[in-house]
T-cell receptor, first 115, second 113 residues
């Protein structure tokens, strides 16, 4: 059972369009992170959301944490080819050592923005 | 550039063999994490080291082991390789043991034939 479900799995759009991708869980989480992974590279942290209902903006990207802290969304306005990549949500979880933060990832949304 | 380096970039080997993947964390980071990324399982946490000591374990197979050296670089050893071990292996680092802002390296693509 996947702790984090991301949708859609694949998304192909034209430059200039808007899009939203989702990250959902049946569990409540204290915080959630969004990463972008470009081909041939490692994931890069975009944002961490902590408070239920929180909205964070990063240029054309808007991240929202659900009020119940069980879901999150990423909205991209006027997508550009440079936005192409795999968008991953991740939960920082306490590891077996107690205070350690291992990351549990969703399987991601593969976004392609065509020029 | 995250500041985390991994070598080699690509590795092709045969079933039954053993390989070693190397990671150098960002300057000043004491924690190193290893992850495996495959098409069916996604990105999965394997193991964490902090200042030379193992601190957390994930879904790491018994055929896999890791260590962190006094200079803080880390190695992931994969033995008795199987076709299903083909994947991208990422190393990440963070400042402290409980820091959840992790910086990922570019990965090593392992192909087992």
């Amino acid at each position: 059972t996947q702790l984090l479900e991301q949708s859609p799995q694949f998304l192909s759009i034209q430059e200039g369009e808007n899009l939203t991708v989702y990250c959902n869980s049946s569990s409540v989480f204290s915080s959630l992170q969004w990463y972008r992974q470009e081909p041939g590279e490692g994931p890069v942290l975009l944002v961490t959301v902590v408070t239920g209902g929180e909205v964070k903006k990063l240029k054309r990207l808007t991240f929202q944490f659900g009020d119940a802290r069980k879901d999150s969304s990423l909205h991209i306005t006027a997508a550009q080819p440079g936005d192409t990549g795999l968008y991953l949500c991740a939960l920082p979880l306490t590891g077996s050592g107690g205070s350690n933060y291992k990351l549990t990832f969703g399987k991601g949304t593969l976004l392609t923005v065509n020029p | 550039d995250s500041g985390v380096t991994q070598t080699p970039k690509h590795l092709i080997t045969a079933t039954g063999q053993r390989v070693t993947l190397r990671c150098s964390p960002r300057s000043g980071d004491l924690s190193v994490y290893w992850y495996q990324q495959s098409l069916d399982q996604g990105l999965q946490f394997l193991i964490q080291y902090y200042n030379g000591e193992e601190r957390a374990k994930g879904n790491i197979l018994e055929r896999f082991s890791a260590q962190q050296f006094p200079d803080l670089h880390s190695e992931l050893n994969l033995s008795s390789l199987e076709l299903g071990d083909s994947a991208l292996y990422f190393c990440a680092s963070s400042v402290g043991v409980a820091a959840y802002e992790q910086y990922f390296g570019p990965g090593t693509r392992l192909t087992v034939t």
